[in-house]
C-alpha cells in the first residue's frame, strides 16, 4: 500500500486528491461501490482493470461530469463541490478517448479555452505548447488533416493550455494504432516529467500502466481491490 508522505519537519504532506467512499448508482446498478483512495502531487497513478468495472466511470466523477450517489472527493483538502465545475474541469484537465476537436486550425482548438477563461492564448505559447507534444510548426493546420496520433497530441496541447494541476487520462490510445498509440504515451511521458503535472490514467493496457504509471489502483466489479506499486498490484494478480 502507498504510504504517507511527510514533509522534511515531520508534518504529513496532504493529498491533492483524497477520494472516500466513492459510489456511484443508476437505475438500480451499481456501478462504483465504496472506493477510497489518495493521490499525491506529482504521482503517476493507473487505473487498471478489464473493461466495465467502472474505471471511466470513476475518472467521470472526479471531473463532475456524473455526480456520485455518495462519497466525497477534495482536491487540496477541499471539498469539490463547492468549487465550481468549470474550475474543477481547468484544474483537472481531462483527456478522453477520441479527441473531438473542434473545427479550424489546431491554434483555434488550443485558444479555446483560455479564451473560456477571458485569458488570451499568445503566439509563443501557442508554439510552446505544440513543441512540448512534438507538434511543432502545425499550430495554422486544419484539424482535419492531422492524423489520429496528431489529433490526439493537439487534444493533450488543448488540455494543457488551460494549466492544469492533473491530467486524467482516460483510455486516451486506445482508439489509436500501435505507431501513433507509442508516440502518444511518449508524449504523455515528456508533458510529466517536465512539468512535474499529476497523471491519473485510465486503462485495461497492462504494458501501458508499466509505461506510465508508478502506482496501480486494481478495480473489480466496481471494487478498489488492490493499490500499490505495479510490482505489488500486477505481480500479484
Given at each position: 500500500?502507498?504510504?504517507?508522505?511527510?514533509?522534511?519537519?515531520?508534518?504529513?504532506?496532504?493529498?491533492?486528491?483524497?477520494?472516500?467512499?466513492l459510489?456511484?448508482?443508476?437505475?438500480?446498478?451499481?456501478?462504483?461501490?465504496?472506493?477510497?483512495?489518495?493521490?499525491w502531487?506529482?504521482?503517476?497513478?493507473?487505473v487498471?482493470?478489464?473493461?466495465?468495472?467502472?474505471?471511466?466511470?470513476?475518472?467521470?466523477?472526479?471531473n463532475?461530469?456524473d455526480?456520485?450517489?455518495?462519497?466525497?472527493?477534495?482536491?487540496?483538502?477541499?471539498?469539490?463541490?463547492?468549487?465550481?465545475?468549470?474550475?474543477?474541469?481547468?484544474?483537472?484537465?481531462?483527456?478522453?478517448?477520441?479527441?473531438?476537436?473542434?473545427p479550424?486550425?489546431?491554434?483555434?482548438?488550443?485558444?479555446?479555452?483560455?479564451?473560456?477563461?477571458?485569458?488570451?492564448?499568445?503566439?509563443?505559447?501557442?508554439?510552446?505548447?505544440?513543441?512540448?507534444?512534438?507538434?511543432?510548426?502545425?499550430?495554422?493546420?486544419?484539424?482535419?488533416?492531422?492524423?489520429g496520433?496528431?489529433?490526439?497530441?493537439?487534444?493533450?496541447?488543448?488540455?494543457?493550455?488551460?494549466?492544469?494541476?492533473?491530467?486524467?487520462?482516460?483510455?486516451?490510445?486506445?482508439?489509436?494504432?500501435?505507431?501513433?498509440?507509442?508516440?502518444?504515451?511518449?508524449?504523455?511521458?515528456?508533458?510529466?516529467?517536465?512539468?512535474?503535472?499529476?497523471?491519473?490514467l485510465?486503462?485495461?493496457?497492462?504494458?501501458?500502466?508499466?509505461?506510465?504509471?508508478?502506482?496501480?489502483?486494481?478495480?473489480?466489479?466496481?471494487?478498489?481491490?488492490?493499490?500499490?506499486?505495479?510490482?505489488?498490484?500486477?505481480?500479484?494478480?
Amino acid at each position: 500500500m502507498v504510504q504517507e508522505r511527510e514533509h522534511v519537519t515531520g508534518q504529513p504532506e496532504e493529498p491533492f486528491l483524497s477520494v472516500e467512499g466513492l459510489t456511484y448508482q443508476v437505475d438500480g446498478q451499481t456501478i462504483l461501490s465504496g472506493v477510497s483512495f489518495e493521490v499525491w502531487a506529482g504521482e503517476r497513478v493507473a487505473v487498471f482493470g478489464p473493461s466495465g468495472v467502472g474505471k471511466s466511470t470513476l475518472i467521470r466523477l472526479l471531473n463532475r461530469l456524473d455526480e456520485p450517489t455518495s462519497g466525497t472527493i477534495r482536491i487540496s483538502g477541499q471539498d469539490y463541490r463547492d468549487i465550481s465545475p468549470r474550475l474543477l474541469r481547468r484544474r483537472l484537465g481531462m483527456v478522453m478517448q477520441s479527441p473531438n476537436l473542434f473545427p479550424g486550425t489546431v491554434a483555434d482548438n488550443l485558444r479555446f479555452g483560455p479564451h473560456a477563461h477571458g485569458e488570451t492564448l499568445s503566439d509563443d505559447m501557442i508554439r510552446t505548447l505544440l513543441s512540448g507534444v512534438d507538434l511543432a510548426g502545425l499550430e495554422d493546420r486544419e484539424v482535419s488533416k492531422l492524423s489520429g496520433g496528431e489529433a490526439q497530441r493537439v487534444n493533450l496541447a488543448r488540455t494543457l493550455a488551460n494549466q492544469p494541476e492533473a491530467l486524467l487520462l482516460d483510455e486516451p490510445t486506445s482508439a489509436l494504432d500501435q505507431a501513433a498509440k507509442r508516440d502518444v504515451e511518449e508524449t504523455i511521458l515528456s508533458v510529466i516529467n517536465t512539468q512535474n503535472v499529476t497523471c491519473i490514467l485510465v486503462t485495461h493496457d497492462r504494458a501501458q500502466v508499466t509505461r506510465l504509471a508508478e502506482r496501480v489502483l486494481l478495480l473489480e466489479d466496481g471494487r478498489l481491490v488492490a493499490d500499490g506499486s505495479i510490482a505489488e498490484v500486477l505481480d500479484a494478480e
